[in-house]
């Protein structure tokens, strides 16, 4: 029965947070591609920016993604 009671809830965190990740998703493949595009034309902007996301990841904080995907 709590097995069943947990699923529904994440079931239901879930599909309230879901149309914030997609978005997030979405920008975040955009990025990616304007990046991919840049490697050989433009490589020093490509190492910045590789170093501006290794500092992003080095201070993730979930308090801060939380924040993102609120409504």
Request: net charge negative.
């Amino acid at each position: 029965m709590l097995d069943k009671f947990t699923e529904k809830l994440l079931a239901n965190a879930m599909s309230c947070y879901r149309p914030g990740l997609q978005e997030i998703s979405k920008v975040r493949v955009d990025e990616l591609a304007v990046t991919k595009a840049k490697v050989r034309t433009h490589p020093e902007e490509v190492e910045a920016w590789f170093d501006i996301e290794i500092a992003k990841a080095e201070n993730m904080d979930f308090i801060d993604i939380l924040k993102k995907i609120k409504f």
